[in-house]
């Protein structure tokens, strides 16, 4: 079995299932809700584990009873919890999602900016026996020191390269093997909105590879300058939420698993297409035998 490290942010999400997202001032309401755990390395993390690997998580949460729920559920998935450290005085991040019947969602989150940024606690000689090391932007000194860790240890890095108010992507991305940009994020690292021209501005930032997710439409990414792309499986969309997050984990477990980047990218196209399928965030992940299923007969 293949070991995975995340490092991230681990979030409650309150997910309510919605006719229209909400837009200006009223009462909306819900006909479905879920309380799960969220947050992009967290959930990640859940994929990895769906999907073969033994997955550790690396992560700050509040000393509060909401910190206490993040952990126990993600233990209940699976997932080695040691490294999920509570921080006293500080709240756990929590989320409101709204996903309407079309799948598309809307977010209002809260992090607590007194969580805890020293990273000198991590067991970072764990990393040498590991299979990849996945990380979302959201702890931007943990990512560098498990990143470096990593690259001194010849273990492949993957960035979750998302949207941030910091704009920490920018300074990150080029410390991994492997960055998988959002939309967003691109845009933001690269200052354009033509995802193969900010790929290419990218991979000149950057000596690792580097690809753009793209929803529906599938994903892009570089051979010799070039872009490949890989489309998206059409499949009946039921809530897109949580899709990204195991976007990034399949990756990071068919990178453990040595796959060549084609079928990487294709496994984890397909893993994020099955969550799609399912509402509620981290529980629609699908197993490896259901992804494996869904590839034979694509």
Not at 202 to 227: F, H, N, Q
Not at 256 to 263: C, G, L, N, T, W
Request: hydrophobic content about 45%; some cysteine.
């Amino acid at each position: 079995m293949v070991s995975v490290v995340c490092l991230g942010i681990a979030i409650m999400d309150q997910v309510f299932a919605v006719e229209n997202l909400p837009s200006g001032s009223g009462k909306e309401f819900a006909h479905d809700f879920m309380e799960i755990g969220g947050g992009p390395a967290a959930t990640a993390a859940v994929a990895a584990v769906r999907l073969g690997a033994q997955t550790i998580l690396w992560s700050r949460v509040g000393a509060d009873t909401i910190g206490n729920q993040i952990i126990a559920e993600l233990s209940s998935y699976g997932v080695d919890v040691t490294g999920v450290r509570q921080i006293e005085g500080s709240r756990s991040t929590l989320a409101s999602v709204c996903v309407d019947r079309k799948g598309e969602r809307g977010i209002i989150s809260f992090t607590d900016p007194n969580l805890e940024v020293d990273p000198s606690w991590l067991p970072l000689e764990l990393i040498e026996g590991a299979g990849c090391i996945l990380a979302d932007c959201r702890w931007p000194r943990g990512v560098e020191a498990v990143f470096r860790k990593a690259n001194d240890a010849g273990v492949p890095s993957l960035l979750d390269g998302d949207l941030t108010p910091d704009k920490a992507v920018i300074s990150l991305a080029p410390l991994a093997t492997h960055v998988a940009f959002s939309q967003g994020g691109l845009q933001q690292f690269s200052a354009t909105d033509d995802p193969v021209e900010g790929l290419r501005l990218a991979a000149r930032a950057t000596d690792g590879w580097v690809c753009v997710t793209l929803g529906e439409k599938g994903s892009i990414w570089l051979e010799d300058g070039e872009p490949v792309h890989q489309p998206g499986f059409v499949v009946e969309v039921v809530d897109t939420v949580g899709a990204g997050d195991t976007f990034h984990g399949a990756l990071a477990v068919a990178l453990a698993e040595h796959k060549p980047i084609a079928d990487a990218v294709r496994f984890a196209s397909a893993s994020a297409a099955l969550k799609c399928t399912r509402f509620g965030g981290r529980v629609g992940i699908p197993t490896r035998s259901e992804v494996d299923a869904f590839l034979r007969d694509a």
